[in-house]
């Protein structure tokens, strides 16, 4: 006997009839014997709806109030499951985030869950009910209602799988696991059985959009197997878990790319200590996120700084490097909207040298010019014109030894 | 400087315009200086939508879960109109029932209210904050959303009022007021500046929607004014007060018809005591509510016992009166649908004699049969045929002095 987190996205109760598969997923486990804490989120496209409801009230909706509007949609998800469990004959009942005790920080509209108390939930679960709880909600200290952000729901369960320690956190979405790359841009793409905490936080980040990144460090911090898979197939998903020897065993385990972000280049500043500093200060409080920075020295005393900004930020930061390049004496501002940036991710990168020659050679047999790279303990990424993105990514699945074998 | 605690029903926030409307209203009160706390509805329309929405899950909806939906429809006009006064520059908060501590009973669906803590909204009065609460719904000792049935809006502003010892309760709905008669029937109906509660009682349960009969005890028994007002018009409502000797003077303050009751005659049963009970109690324990009795005696010890059942229970009231009927002797069951009920209402009837006879004489005149009578002590209904209602409305209103003089 295990308990079980199930967490549904909104795809997978976009209606009544896709509430009713879920429902029988559910009780599918529960018939095994398992206990089962079920997190939801909102109908897909519901939460855009609310948010377009408040946007006709105001421009600026009370960040309180739209936590408290947004709220509705998963409480209307919770109640029909429970309602059609019910009608089922088991045993289930709905809680919404202060009944279900997710604590959070007042950080409306991206609140952080501070603690859960599992009170409630366990005394549920004791007397074999099916707990079907809201996602995406808790409440503050005060009891004022708080959303944890786009994609919260994943939050919510990995949360509350660790504070029940829970055997494992399913994921249900609409895609079936966590691929070696995007199958619509690499067709040999491979479902990955198992990947890391810290190869999906890398990937998370870069675009692979199947878990909220903050429910993954959650994950890791607490040690929660989370297991990512399709609401509409039975089949096993991707188990997101700790590292161990046989994955460092893999060098790359996936490549990623995104489109997301520009580049923009200050070229023949001062080379002085703190110029870099000058520069980006006030792109940072302008609340403006800066992704990758290089610097390449010149002669004279003078050097090009280099980074990237997300697209829709872009206009905002060349005003921002214009204004300041004038101030320090560039000579002048450069930008560009039509880059990409591909990754390859990877724990074995640890304990395997030479992986960067190999990325550079197998875009380098494309003739796909490299603009910067960047790098982390488990990941490389090199920025490169938009155009090659799915070249690049279809190149290095096949240099890295990632490509589906024909069967 | 008073407290001033103001309720927008249904139509009155059915869309994004209206809660503009609702806004300058609330702003309006608040800028004179007062205190000001505003109970809301649903938008018109959405409480049916999510009953249908449970419906296509299943025929006999979970009643808690029922609740968790339901409570949605309260939750986002609170919301929304919460998020509209901040815009506007003024400081606002939503509460919903858990967080105004409306404490209720755990009968999902039908709660009564047990009590409000206060802390929470004294408190934000305190700093000048208009209180938004959303009305319908409460939540038990254990933490359980509940709601208060259908109209419950105004049971949650009268009790919150009461908790509060507001200074007013207004009822801002789609009517102007409480009128001696219902305008779209009598043509001479005048609007009444006031009416006492024990008045209202009687009215609201005999047809004239206005009130939620349940909001009027409450009134009543914590002695709230209630100031029923339109929410789209400036002038002056209703109000709903104690009786005092300027109403007493006035014999009848309005006159009702009621076409939803069915009437049931078993012939000729047994003149023994107890044989009323023997018919009623099987009728009372389906969860049919018997309006009107009355037991006409016959020679040779049988007797004719009539009764009234809302017309949606007539088919089951007579299967089960066929059933008994045939028990005890009965020689026939009879029924008929087509009748309606007129009432004519008014505190001043304690204290003048003959008002039944006056009002048996106008009917009369009008060639109106009467087929059953039932009185309270400041009431006078009597059944006829449903045709005929609209005339003897008619008819009262003339025959009592309530038509409006021609100005």
């Known amino acids: 006997m ?55 009230v105001t421009d600026t ?8 509007l947004l709220a509705t949609g998963e409480q209307t998800t919770a109640a029909l499951l429970a309602m059609l469990l019910k009608a089922m004959d088991y045993p289930a009942v709905s809680l919404l985030g202060f009944q279900a005790e997710v604590r959070t ?67 249900f979405t609409d895609v079936d696991g966590v691929y070696t790359a995007d199958p619509n841009i690499c067709k040999k793409a491979r479902k990955l059985p198992r990947i890391s905490y810290d190869e999906m936080l890398e990937m998370a980040g870069l675009g692979a959009k199947v878990l909220q990144i903050r429910s993954v460090e ?21 188990m997101v878990v ?16 995104n489109k997301n972000e520009a580049r923009i280049t200050l070229k023949q500043v001062p080379d002085q200590p703190g110029i870099a500093a000058k520069i980006l200060t006030p792109i940072g409080e302008a609340g403006i996120v800066v992704d990758s920075i290089i610097q390449n020295p010149h002669s004279g005393g003078k050097t090009d700084l280099t980074f990237t900004v997300p697209k829709a930020d872009y ?8 204004a300041v390049g004038g101030e320090i004496g560039a000579q002048a501002v450069l930008g560009d909207e039509n880059i990409a940036k591909v990754s390859i991710t990877g ?11 190999q990325m550079f050679s197998a875009l380098a047999r494309e003739n796909i010019n490299i603009m910067m790279i960047t790098t982390s303990e488990i990941r490389i990424s ?18 890295f030894g990632l490509d589906q074998e024909d069967s």
Chains 1, 2 share one sequence.
């Open 347 to 357: 724990v074995g990168m640890r304990s395997h040298s030479g992986v960067a020659a």
């Open 315 to 322: 206009r905002q930061a060349v005003e921002i490097s214009e």
């Open 242 to 257: 700790n590292a161990d020897a046989d994955m460092e065993s893999v060098v790359v385990t996936g490549v990623t790319s």
């Open 61 to 68: 909706p009370d960040k309180r109030e739209l936590d408290v």
């Open 218 to 238: 959650f994950a890791k911090k607490y040690n929660v197997p989370v297991h990512v898979r399709s609401s509409f197939k039975e089949e096993e998903g991707t």
């Open 105 to 171: 920080d007042t950080a409306f509209g991206n609140a952080r869950i501070l603690n859960i108390g599992t009170h409630r939930i366990r005394d549920l679960l004791k007397n074999r009910h099916i707990v079907v709880v809201a996602g995406f909600q808790g409440c503050d200290a005060q009891g004022n209602i708080t959303t944890l952000g786009r994609g919260g729901s994943d939050t919510s369960a990995v949360a509350i799988a660790a504070a029940l320690c829970a055997d494992v956190c399913e994921i």
């Open 382 to 399: 090199c920025v490169i014109e938009e155009k090659y993105a799915e070249l690049a990514v279809r190149a290095l699945h096949s240099a």
């Open 2 to 56: 295990g308990l079980v987190v199930k967490k549904f996205g909104g795809t997978s109760v976009a209606d009544v009839e896709r509430i009713r598969n879920v429902a029988r997923r559910v009780v599918k486990e529960y018939d095994r014997g398992n206990d089962v804490v079920v997190i939801l989120s909102a109908m897909a496209g519901v939460t855009d709806r609310l948010i377009q409801m408040a946007r006709q």
